[in-house]
DNA sequence: TAGGATACCTACCAATCAGTATGATACAGC
DNA sequence: GCTGTATCATACTGATTGGTAGGTATCCTA
């Protein structure tokens, strides 16, 4: 491991550079919320102290807590920033006109791809046992939305036949926990892109398992 | 969650009950181990104190400290309790003689049941950011040996013609990735049994979710 | 029955770290 | 130039916790 500079992505920092104060308190606050996104990646949530964020920031930690309330709410908006673009994706699918299939496929893309970004880790590992219960509960709910609108994709996919009849709750688990598992192993193999490997994993799950009377795959 | 009566299966510890000392060490240690793994499954690795252990097994800490070197070997035993009974699928599987889709199939029923024991939490999370790199290493390649496992069944497969051809890779990752996700959410519902779940995952990764032309399952 | 080994405990240390008290500095508007 | 506010730093606290020092009771053996 390279230190500090494998994952550190020289992104300028809105204190770096320049000595007189930028007013603009957004920009900054996400700084801190991305840099505490890359520090969670590298060394996981425990393990990353408000000073280690804060010395990425070249800042000191009060400044963080300037723009943050406290480490809790650090993980929750890494959480949310890595959820959101799969709720997106899920409410942009529900207006497709194609069949369920096709829109579940546009919504594990989505998935896929928000596992692989910055925030992937940090949506993927959060709600444990290192929340709130109030935070817990609101992650949950989040989570369980996007549960529940893949398992009713499933379930009109097996209506309207263009998805294998199923389990919708345990395929469900399935789909999630294969793409979630990405954010495991895309830190050391980061060979492909987040969409390329969304691509890969919907492949996987459309075939299954056992050939096909087609026999070859249209890749 | 009702606190510490949930998961709290009131295992006699070999300390309780009675006061003249039981002279097993090997007995002690593995209730040493087991309830590091039932409290990491609680409250996760991190939020676990060696005296929470030692107060679950009514117990001092230096006792704990008495059976095992320091809080890393805890999380790497139970890292080992729980992947062992993949590996020795792995082998099982491999003497069997039967399709390269039906000993993938035995392999992924340890693989879930393992995933869903007692130990699955603390083998699935362990690795990551929280151990010396000599026991990271060590973890990779055990967990690297499953993997390689899988890729050859999979291969193995695609030639016997009994599955699918695709990528070896991202198959096994998709795999392994779903079964892992399994101690995530089975803490929290415990309504099937380890082997139900590896049946239902086997049955959703086997069809895939395109309509095959038989139409039904064959559950 | 002395001496050693085993098994366990009380009390403590040292380090880490989330979070804060306090105050300095710069800038905007007047 | 003056004042209030926004922004940031130094230096600290309080609590947790991994790990240990040192001692005690019990058992086995010679």
């Known amino acids: 491991m390279a230190d ?15 000595r007189e104060r930028v007013h603009d308190r957004q920009v900054k606050r996400e700084a801190v919320i991305r840099a505490a996104a890359h520090a969670f990646n590298r060394k996981g949530y425990h393990n990353t102290s408000l000073d280690d964020i804060a010395a990425a920031l070249e800042v000191s930690k009060p400044t963080v807590y300037y723009y943050v309330s406290n480490k809790e709410q650090l993980l929750f908006e890494c959480f949310v920033a890595g959820i959101e673009p799969i709720r997106s994706g899920l409410r942009q699918a529900r207006a497709l006109k194609a069949s369920a299939r096709e829109r579940l496929k546009a919504v594990l893309d989505h998935y896929g791809r928000a596992v692989a970004s910055e925030f992937g880790w940090s949506m993927v590992r959060a709600e444990d046992q290192d929340l709130s219960p109030a935070m817990s509960a609101h992650i949950k709910s989040l989570k369980s939305e996007i549960d529940q ?42 060979s492909m892109t987040g969409a390329d490997i969304a691509a890969a994993f919907i492949t996987v799950f459309e075939n299954g398992l056992m050939p096909r009377a087609g026999g070859r795959v249209e890749r």
């Open 4 to 18: 500090a500079s494998a994952d550190a992505v020289p992104r300028a920092s809105p204190w770096r550079a320049s």
């Open 149 to 190: 609108g893949i398992r009713r994709l499933l379930r009109e996919g097996a209506q309207d036949g263009s998805i294998h009849p199923c389990d919708p709750k345990m395929t469900a688990f399935a789909l999630a926990g294969a793409l979630n598992w990405i954010a495991h192993w895309y830190r050391e193999d980061q």
